[in-house]
């Protein structure tokens, strides 16, 4: 036992006593890794010598990178390498994991930081399971910190040939589309960088070697060889048999994943092809008519895409299309699932995201440098906004009082000192707003006089024109338990 680690199974080969690192062998073991995407991925989109966050575990797979890190940076391939590990705050040992991943770290210089998290209620998916909620708090504070950093940052993780294979098989017994059995890219955009995984097409033993090789303590995660959860009765049970009876199974089904993942890449593009202009929040449903049915259910595939939400269950997705074919001009039919909904509205359809349509009461702004919280769901806040920005407020404006209110009959506004003012039931209808956004558009009053409509006008008297001024956002809130 290795209680440094507090595993609840024995970690082998050394790898519970503190050696000296620099004795490793680091072209044997790369040699026998050899990632691919080190030679293709990198110079063809990564930025030169970039500056690298390895997410860690502590475990031996992310020991295993970190010591290929440490090779790369000697190497001059990176120019620094930062080490951030995620406190999921569920096991009592939690802490002292991630105590001991920035133990690691700070074994070969790399400063390193650790990022404890509270799960959400459900993934942004809507999954409840721990699996889901703890990727999604993870993956939300790895966001977070690569936007702090501000130097486009590569954020790296150890995912492994296993780990691409389990994705894969999980995809594929749920019946999903090319877009699930693609499942983990080796690289991809993540917030302000990318997100890289080198060792997506390398055996996991070729990580833990590394590891076990550099006679270091690591974490093993008890929960990891429980079999309730799917992915470990996959990791434990199914993938041994599967390799015993076909030697090769995890490069062919990892091989398998990566076509998948080339398909829809070009699906992707035929789709933003198909649309005719940048994806929107609304769609034209004579564009979907000029095409066959395969084009169309692939077209709206990609929209869902752009908006970064899940696919509707498809009996729900057929019954809406016939129903937009169908219905008589006046109706709206409207599909509902998850967060979202899609609703047909004069020969378009309209992306819907019904937590901005929730009511509000009228609310002081008093301190700008701080969030207003409109709701349970939504909060504003002040972004910088280049000059000519026809919605950006003048910065003398943030000193005096604002409050934001729900708007009234009475109501006229204009953007423009050229134009007369409009009421708003005018504005909508020649703008096209949808009716199921009106009600919930937030008017801001500045020394008790209306100012604009956030997100939509600001009057021409208050707006910064020629110089830099302040935006206002509307933000989603993240709930947690």
């Known amino acids: 036992m290795c209680p440094s680690t507090n595993c609840s199974k024995p970690a082998t080969n050394g790898s519970c006593g503190m050696g000296n690192i620099s004795n490793v062998n680091f072209g044997k073991r790369l040699h026998f890794m050899a990632p691919d995407a080190l030679s293709i991925l990198w110079p063809a989109l990564l930025p030169a010598k970039p500056r690298i966050i390895l997410a860690s575990s502590g475990g031996a ?47 070969f210089g790399f400063k390193a930081d650790i990022i404890s998290v509270r799960l959400p209620q459900r993934s942004p998916e809507g999954h409840r399971s721990l699996e889901a909620r703890a990727r999604a708090a993870r993956y939300a504070a790895l966001r977070d910190y690569l936007a702090r950093e501000k130097t ?16 894969f098989l999980l995809a594929a017994l749920r019946g999903s589309s090319l877009a699930g059995l693609a499942a983990m890219p080796a690289l991809a955009p993540f917030g302000a960088g990318w997100h890289w995984r080198p060792f997506i097409q390398t055996p996991a033993v070729a990580l833990q070697a590394l590891a076990q090789g550099a006679s270091m303590p690591y974490v093993v995660d008890p929960s990891n060889f429980d079999t309730r959860f799917d992915r470990n009765f996959l990791r434990h049970n199914i993938l041994p048999l599967l390799q015993a009876r076909f030697p090769h199974a995890l490069e062919g089904l990892g091989h398998t994943a990566e076509q998948a993942s080339h398909d829809w890449t070009m699906l992707t593009e035929l789709a933003g092809q198909d649309s005719g202009a940048p994806w929107g929040d609304t769609l034209a449903l004579t564009t979907l008519a000029s095409l066959s049915s395969a084009r169309q259910a692939n077209l709206i595939r990609g929209w869902v895409k752009a908006q970064g939400a899940l696919m509707p269950p498809k009996t729900k997705l057929n019954e809406f ?30 992306w819907r995201t019904p937590v901005y349509e929730a009511g509000f009461e009228p609310v002081l702004w008093v ?17 910088r906004a280049e000059a000519n920005d026809p919605l950006a407020l003048d910065e003398r404006w943030l000193s005096h009082p604002w409050r934001i209110r729900p708007r009234a009959p009475q109501d006229h506004l204009n953007n423009s000192a050229r134009q007369p003012t409009q009421d708003l039931k005018h504005w909508f209808q020649q703008n096209n707003m949808p009716p199921w956004l009106r009600a919930s558009v937030m008017m801001l009053e500045i020394n008790h006089q209306l100012a604009g409509m956030v997100g939509l006008i600001t009057q021409d008297y208050y707006q910064a024109k020629a110089q830099p001024g302040w935006r206002i956002t509307i933000k989603k809130i993240e709930n947690s338990d």
């Not at 074919?325 to 047909?344: F, S």
């Not at 969030?371 to 806040?381: D, G, H, V, W, Y």
């Open 61 to 107: 797979d992310s020991l295993g990178a970190l010591i290929w890190l440490h090779y790369q940076k000697q190497f001059g391939q990176i120019s620094d390498v930062r080490v951030v590990s995620i406190n999921h705050q569920i096991h009592p040992d939690s802490a002292e994991w991630s105590a001991l991943a920035a133990a690691q770290a700070q074994h």
């Open 321 to 350: 299309m016939r129903q937009c074919h169908t219905a008589h001009p006046a109706q709206r039919p409207t599909l509902r699932w998850g967060d979202w909904a899609i609703t047909r509205y004069r020969q378009h359809l309209y």
């Open 152 to 167: 486009g940052a590569v954020l790296v993780t150890a995912h492994h040939l296993s780990d691409q294979v389990e994705t």
């Open 367 to 383: 301190d700008k440098r701080q969030p207003c919280l409109i709701n349970a769901n939504l909060a504003l806040t002040l972004t």
